[in-house]
């Protein structure tokens, strides 16, 4: 038996342990984002993570990890094997394990039934199994699938299971896992504030920024989270006075924005895709793109957003040379002069695009994301972006790398993000008439 | 002390274990894409990953990780904390864990050495430091970088640890580990298949399964892996004699996918789209797409296979119904009789794609993806998908979910397994005639 886990460890009850149930991640057949995800949401949350463990579908190994977790952690959360199919064994495992038994939950039921009439399908036997609950358990709601997260308390820890599809996962620690955690957690608050840039690398950032860096208070902390085309800095803070931490995270914060204005252009969950839509909203103008080398994902990312409708109104992606021609009317002589990537082409397209859809503004793209179709003087990475808008046209001139998926998303980033300066621009101008 | 490996877990020499050290996988800011990488490579050589753990930059919960893994496997890899900076405390952890000590290596020390010499850098003090490593273990060649690997040996399981820069460490597991490794192992062979399947959920799929797989041998296991839009489905074999396993694992797979012709579209790696393309460029025909609330997703998701822009000519996303009428000739009467989300809107725009474009087939989606936009009997999810091709318009109706991005993912999939299908009946009919 485990000994008292508040002698062994005092401190566990604000760290946490998060455990991955799943033969494919032991054969790196996929890779443990859901982990990472947890972390980070966790480590927001309030509590430390002290272990990330990956284990098969076997019983004998989930009992290991759950007999260490409860030991070290006051939060564990286990994700995988909660499916309804043969492989997921998870359920039979947990009953075991808290030595309980499996029952029909009414309320689980109740809340799968709920996602079927909503969707209009029919339940079969295997879904009305998932409501087949430990008895043991508190049921958290999934408002995304058909397993329910599953809640225990063992040794003063609280055990968590939920399913191993990512946004079913996501749904019930959203919505009914985190609100849960915040109200037990105790102690030192954590604070924290996230900067979204694009445009520049994070060691070009961390030299604009060392010396603001090095005379940040010792309880404020700066990551840099990159991604590919843009770069996430996240401020932390760490004390016991949170409305005092709140303001000196909001100075700091400003400071911070204010030596990077070029290239921030949002926070938190913000997308450029979401802010180009908000300030497009806000000034009542509308937008269309002529996409050659994007094929469709700048259009893609702006319809992405809920309600892009009222001012996105449509896209010719003009891939072959005919198709810009005959959709686009560039002229063929044109193209045959200068190629298709060339300044000239890429400012037809998008004044056209603006012409033919009636808008205020039109981005258009024409490049080379490779891996072929590089031309001398032309490598592959070579990009032009125009933007037509009621004063004109801007173009922009790229040389990316050479992988094609980042290629094509840097391409779409700055795309938007030359829309996104310029519309900042009519804001401020705006505003200043 | 650890009792004899060998009479606790007589199977551990074939098992293996990883443990990756880093504050930065606790706090979720880095994906541990190394784990899942090495999980793969040590399957591919022979070794079945029982467990990966990531633990902080503390010595203890390092020790407690390897006297938990050196029970259990045989082979032990460390990736993280092997770099120059102040913390990185992995060496000397495994310096007081193998109760040795650090001492200059002139093997490491040449190594090194030549990298600098190759790269025409000055080496620094820090660089130097690289060469000082633990009494008791050998060295292994790192040609990417300054941080040797080290090979130890404690209770008949070998511990191996590696950077933590991923390709580093890929060069000293590819070109030193792999083929040691491979000389170490005896006895089982595990194999596997994965099969790609969409348009149906995973409990479908488990019923129409259900009979066979209750049939499979028991060392065959099958999983169902889901994600939006699709459910992968792995065959995995357990054995000792592979060309024998091999074959049947083939026949079972060719079982299982004549059970599922009409969800199957391809295989471990692929993507639809990317079948579809080399369908498509096969068969030497074209492409083009119309897309309302797919929003240029389908044409963006052609247009990240390499090599598209041989068959695909290009997109009108008409997201306006101005646009619908403008780009695609779309009567503005018809919108207004049946609605823009409707069996006659899409037909139209797939054949008017088709024409406007000279392609062969042409895809077109009409449909609300939520969350606003539903009308009384068109609720948020209502698709309608159309294919045009040389043989006529084949149309679509579904009604997927709530979530927007699934929405229009899931749109996307049926559309592309739609031209799929229909292209697969092409090919038939072609090899026929």
Redo the contacts between chains.
Sequence with gaps: MLSDPLESNPGKYNHAEIISIG???????????N???????L?LSGF?????????DEEQ?IFKALD?AVVQAGVVVITGGL?????DITKPALCRYFGTDLVFSQLAFEQISELFV???WAM?D??RMQAMLPEACMPLKNS?G?APGMWFVKDKSIVVSLPG?P?EMQDIFTNELAPRLKQLHTGEVLLYKTILTTGVGESVIADRLSAWESLLPQSFKL?Y?PQPGLVRLRLTANGSDAPQLEAELERLKLELVSLLSDIVFGYDGDTVEGVVGQKLAALSKTL??A?SC???????M???V????AY?????????N??KG??LGVDEVLIRKYGSVSREVVEVMASQARA???TDYAIATSGI?????ATPGKPVGTVWIALAGPKGIVTEHYLFGEH??RN?RRASLAALNLLRKSLDTELISDSES
Aim: no cysteine; charged share 20%; glycine share 12%.
């Design positions: 033969d494919e991640l032991l054969i790196g057949q996929v890779v443990n984002t982990a990472s995800w947890l972390a980070e949401q480590f430390m993570v002290k272990r990330i463990v990956a284990i098969p190994a260490d499916g309804p199919t043969a492989d909503r969707r209009g079969n295997r879904n995304s058909t599809v946004f990551a989270l269309s793109t996409e994007t094929g469709g994902t700048i259009a893609a702006i319809t992405s809920p309600g892009s409708s996105f109104k449509g896209s010719v992606v003009a891939y072959a005919e198709t005959k959709l033919l859809m009636h994301a490779g891996p072929d179709g094609r998926g094509i």
